[in-house]
């Protein structure tokens, strides 16, 4: 017996994938020529603002936070950052910048499990679970491409595309569509 995806009256911060979504997809188009990267970059913006206005219009802000669930957060969006910049930082000292796009994404799925207890959303850990792949196999293409922006915009634009699948579903987007598909 299947059981049907629900979307909950409301969801705990719901512009979370549609912002690092953005953030990845920008990352991704920056290693691209300039003429396509700009051009995709901007339709990318485009997905953002349709999601981000989506969002806002059926849960507005979201559902509030109890004060030690917040702190959480907050401390665990500190962390990766934290752990974010130490990567970058740490790989361009050493001359490995090429595994910087998918070390960072590596990071940020890693953060995704915690976070789906957090926020008991468990659709985070298979997206953190995606995200580590990714930049595993971003990470093998950088290390066999030495020097190439390649692996960069695959890591980026994938790792944007799994967040905003993820979002969608999340937000309910994709039962709508499903459900004006069987009228």
């Known amino acids: 017996m299947t059981r049907p995806y629900r979307v909950p009256d409301q969801v705990v911060v719901p512009y979370l994938e549609v912002i690092i979504g953005a953030a990845w997809w920008v990352a991704g188009t920056l290693a691209l020529p300039s003429g396509i990267g700009t051009v995709l970059m901007a339709a990318g913006l485009g997905v953002t603002g349709a999601l981000w206005t989506t969002a806002r219009r059926r849960f507005g802000s979201g559902a509030r936070l109890g004060s030690e669930r917040r702190s959480r957060l907050l401390r665990l969006v500190l962390a990766a950052l934290g752990l974010v910049v130490l990567a970058i930082v740490g790989?361009?000292?050493?001359?490995?910048?090429?595994?910087?796009?998918?070390?960072?994404?590596?990071?940020?799925?890693?953060?995704?499990?915690?976070?789906?207890?957090?926020?008991?959303?468990?659709?985070?850990?298979?997206?953190?679970?995606?995200?580590?792949?990714?930049?595993?196999?971003?990470?093998?293409?950088?290390?066999?491409?030495?020097?190439?922006?390649?692996?960069?915009?695959?890591?980026?634009?994938?790792?944007?595309?799994?967040?905003?699948?993820?979002?969608?579903?999340?937000?309910?987007?994709?039962?709508?569509?499903?459900?004006?598909?069987?009228?």
């Open 91 to 183: 790989l361009g000292a050493t001359g490995w910048t090429e595994l910087a796009t998918p070390v960072v994404c590596g990071i940020v799925g890693a953060a995704l499990f915690p976070l789906a207890s957090l926020l008991q959303e468990r659709s985070y850990v298979a997206v953190g679970g995606l995200l580590l792949v990714l930049g595993a196999a971003g990470a093998l293409l950088a290390l066999d491409a030495a020097g190439s922006t390649g692996p960069q915009g695959l890591v980026g634009m994938g790792a944007a595309a799994v967040l905003w699948m993820a979002g969608a579903v999340r937000l309910g987007l994709l039962a709508d569509v499903r459900d004006r598909g069987r009228r």
